[in-house]
């Protein structure tokens, strides 16, 4: 007998920080597997290409920011109202700045946590009404290695992806009996956009040995093909070149 592999056909999918990277990448492979995604993000331009991308019947965008609670509700509305039901948030977007704690300004260090921690927050506490309405669902929190042991110069950031942890933590075992799976995937460096001219270049010489964006939508779109029976809370992952 074949795995019974879930069939994410007509299953629908808000993703935040969809414009770009991990996110980006994310809404092409689950359309490319049947689902219908719900794009989050502040750039207008960029979800409209989105969208014309991956075709008006597979795909909304939804022009946001996450530190608001009010835009969040307004995604997930819009996947409601547009595609009938919304099954799987995905708490992606993010921002990092690289640099000791003295480095940042206030107003930097408040833009890290309201956007890494409070938007996850504001994201799932959206989206979970319209998913119980639908009999259950995922969400897929995309953390990092950063939230599981820190880095040198990452403090604020790495921060913000240890919260990011502790709150899919205990929602795992505050959702599970609702038919509600939670997942943290954790990846290490990937080649994005991610922090370019925050402690990352164009074409950073490391890229060559870091994850793509395409492998963390990879896992992404492998744990919610999981059979319901089974779940998946934690996946970290790293690219051959990266040391763990
Ligand atoms: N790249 C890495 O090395 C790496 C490693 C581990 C974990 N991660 C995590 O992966 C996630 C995605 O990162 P990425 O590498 O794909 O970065 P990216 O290419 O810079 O994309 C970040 C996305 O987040 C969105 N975003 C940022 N602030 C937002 C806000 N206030 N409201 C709504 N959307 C916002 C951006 O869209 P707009 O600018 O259009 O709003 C963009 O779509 C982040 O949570 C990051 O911490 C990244």
Same mark, same amino acid.
């Given at each position: ?55 008006? %019947?597979?795909?909304? !965008?939804?022009?946001?920011? *996450?530190? +608001?609670? =009010?835009?969040? /509700?307004?995604?997930? #509305?819009? &996947? @409601? ?51 119980? %309405?639908?009999?259950? !669902?995922?969400?897929?929190? *995309?953390? +990092?290695? =950063?939230?599981? /042991?820190?880095?040198? #110069?990452? &403090? @604020? ?51 060559? %040995? ?35």
């Amino acid at each position: 007998m074949p795995y019974p592999t879930r069939d994410l056909t007509g299953s629908v999918v808000a993703i935040t920080g969809a414009t770009a990277g991990i996110g980006a990448a994310a809404a092409s492979q689950l359309v490319e597997a049947g689902a219908k995604v719900v794009l989050g993000g502040r750039r207008e331009e960029r979800l409209q290409e989105a969208v014309a991308r991956l075709g008006a %019947d597979n795909a909304l !965008g939804v022009t946001m920011d *996450v530190r +608001s609670p =009010a835009d969040c /509700r307004r995604l997930v #509305d819009a &996947a @409601v109202s547009t595609f009938g039901r919304l099954d799987t948030i995905v708490p992606n977007a993010g921002i990092g700045l690289y640099g000791d704690i003295l480095d940042h300004s206030d107003a930097e260090i408040e833009r890290m946590m309201h956007t890494n921690y409070d938007g996850t927050v504001w994201a799932i506490r959206a989206a979970l009404p319209a998913m119980l %309405d639908a009999g259950g !669902g995922d969400v897929v929190i *995309v953390s +990092s290695v =950063a939230g599981l /042991r820190g880095g040198g #110069d990452e &403090a @604020v950031y790495a921060g913000t992806k240890f919260a990011q942890l502790g709150l899919a933590g205990s929602l795992d075992r505050e959702l599970r009996a609702k038919g509600i799976r939670v997942t943290a995937i954790c990846p290490a460096g990937t080649a994005t956009e991610f922090a370019i001219g925050a402690g990352r270049v164009e074409n950073d010489p490391r890229f060559a %040995d870091w994850l793509t964006a395409d492998d963390v939508a990879h896992a992404i779109v492998t744990v919610l093909q999981q059979p319901r029976s089974a779940r998946t809370t934690m996946w970290a992952m790293w690219g051959m070149g990266q040391q763990s």
